[in-house]
């Protein structure tokens, strides 16, 4: 009982700092593009990553955490921040926020797939009503995007579920904090390059906000978020724990609104209510 509590309470600090990414993201590419933000991100959680990592000599993982290592460095290194990233080009925060409810989804069917468990056919049922409810907002919502924006999200939902679902596989044997800086490291020779290349050609023209927001998002969603989040996955399970997802989408919708003063439509807060129902359905069948 003690160790799932502490998992709940774990995984509940991750999703409020995660809550704050993508308007943080919409934020920073004003100023960067989403190629140097998603390195740079990388960069700096990396560097910390790796001193925690020496100064707390930890021992290298073995040859056959390597691929699920690198499995996570796509998934929540890489193709999240770059994908989410370039769809903020497209749409709002509020917008992007709204395909936030499918992640806990999609982090439970890659546990299912991961674990070969049988879910029961109303878990099926509810996860393409949910899928629906997104792709109903997202084709008949007006002002919010476009197409490209809303398909890159989706993209970036699947692309992080599998992340966080081998992550929080990794974190039994790891440990949570662990897994999130060798993910890092394994990346931080290929980031490094690319924030070289896609760097500002004018720093001058960056202002505090962008700043902020990089800070934000290489600190806390890149590294510190991740180590309260693999760690209450790891102690009160995938699925269980991943409930707290759905808080996700309230949290980042109030901080869009707050921050960035974005209108937030009745259509938007009846579909994350839909789709946060539909996935709430579907783990209760997992």
């Not at 929540?76 to 370039?86: A, Q, W």
Request: glycine share 12%; net charge positive; charged share 5%.
């Amino acid at each position: 009982m003690e160790r799932s509590s502490a998992g709940w309470g774990s995984g509940l600090i991750g999703v409020i700092i995660f809550s704050g990414s993508l308007p943080a993201t919409r934020v920073a590419v004003v100023d960067f593009s989403p190629m140097f933000l998603t390195s740079a991100r990388a960069v700096i959680a990396g560097l910390l990553g790796a001193m925690f990592l020496i100064g707390l000599r930890q021992t290298l993982p073995s040859k056959k955490e390597l691929v699920p290592l690198l499995v996570v460095s796509l998934g929540v290194v890489l193709g999240f921040p770059l994908l989410t990233g370039f769809a903020l080009q497209h749409i709002t925060a509020g917008h992007s926020i709204v395909f936030i409810g499918l992640l806990p989804l999609a982090t439970a069917l890659f546990g299912v797939l991961r674990g070969s468990e049988r879910p029961k056919p109303a878990f099926w049922a509810f996860s393409i009503l949910g899928a629906a409810a997104v792709a109903g907002f997202a084709l008949f919502t007006s002002g919010g995007g476009s197409m490209l924006g809303n398909a890159l999200m989706v993209a970036a939902i699947l692309l992080c579920g599998l992340g966080y679902a081998e992550g929080a596989t990794l974190s039994r044997r790891l440990g949570g904090w662990q897994v999130i800086s060798w993910a890092l490291l394994l990346s931080l020779p290929a980031m490094a390059i690319i924030a070289m290349l896609t760097a500002p050609i004018v720093w001058n023209s960056v202002g505090a906000p962008a700043w902020i927001s990089l800070a934000y998002v290489s600190v806390f969603s890149m590294l510190v978020g991740f180590i309260f989040w693999y760690r209450g996955l790891a102690l009160g399970g995938i699925a269980r724990v991943g409930q707290l997802q759905l808080l996700q989408p309230f949290f980042g919708l109030v901080l869009a609104a707050a921050f960035l003063g974005e209108a937030i439509s009745w259509g938007m807060i009846a579909s994350t209510l839909v789709v946060v129902a539909c996935v709430a359905g579907a783990k209760r069948f997992t």
